[in-house]
């Protein structure tokens, strides 16, 4: 039994004797941006934007050129690409690939200059970018360590608007790394610290498709 089964079970046998939890309520909007994918689409851009992050838009044929173009713009000798990633989508870049292995130490993705990944799903209402570790998002660490994050976000098939929307389409039960523009905290004063605990900068790459 895992730890989390371990956890799980003693919250169960906590509440074996609560009463039932009465009928959830949901009569609320789910979302407040109107049906149309150009505008949530838009909106995610300026959201993503309002965090920070770099934000570029392409059709998947010029996927290619602009994400060798971002990486050489960076200065990137090397890039990891998690399993699943389309070979297609890094085929113009220079950079060495490297691939993230349950045996990559910290240090060793430290030193790896760029990640490109991919996402589950994009909500565009928040700005935020879900990953879920599945084929082309890799493990939560690889978008921790390295410095640079480049995410791909295919549209509309992976923009939702709002979170209501967005959570249907997530399994709870993986790992979900929720991202809203580059790694960043404040002090008291208000004072912006960029890269204390992930990528100082964050680039998303929408693929109108």
């Given amino acids: 039994m895992s730890s989390r089964d371990q ?4 919250v169960r046998a906590a509440v074996a004797d609560a009463p039932e939890a009465p009928e959830v309520t949901r009569d609320y909007l ?12 838009d909106l995610l851009h300026e959201n993503l934007a309002d965090y920070r992050a770099l934000v570029h838009r392409t059709r998947p044929g010029g996927l ?6 971002l990486l050489a713009g960076r200065g990137a000798t090397t ?35 760029s990640v490109v990944t991919g996402c589950a ?5 928040t700005g935020t970018l879900v990953l879920d570790g599945g084929a082309g998002q890799g493990r939560r660490r690889i978008t921790l360590v390295p410095d640079h994050h480049i995410c791909v976000v295919r549209a509309p ?5 709002s979170v209501p929307q967005a959570l249907p389409r997530l ?18 004063e208000l004072d912006r610290v960029e890269g204390v605990h992930g990528p100082r900068t964050l680039e998303v790459v929408l693929v109108e498709e």
């Fill in 171 to 188: 399994d709870p039960a993986r790992p979900l790394t929720w991202i809203s523009g580059p790694s960043a905290t404040s002090d008291i």
């Fill in 79 to 113: 890039v990891l690409a998690p399993p699943g990633l389309p070979a297609e989508w890094l085929a113009g870049s220079t950079a060495t690939l490297t691939a993230d292995t349950p045996a990559s130490t910290a240090q060793e993705l430290d030193a790896v200059d």
């Fill in 121 to 125: 799903v994009a909500i565009a209402e």
């Fill in 30 to 41: 789910t979302t407040h941006t109107a049906d149309d994918p150009a505008a949530v689409l």
């Fill in 157 to 161: 098939a992976q923009v939702v608007a």
């Fill in 64 to 69: 290619p050129a602009l994400l060798a173009r």
């Fill in 7 to 10: 956890i799980l079970a003693r």
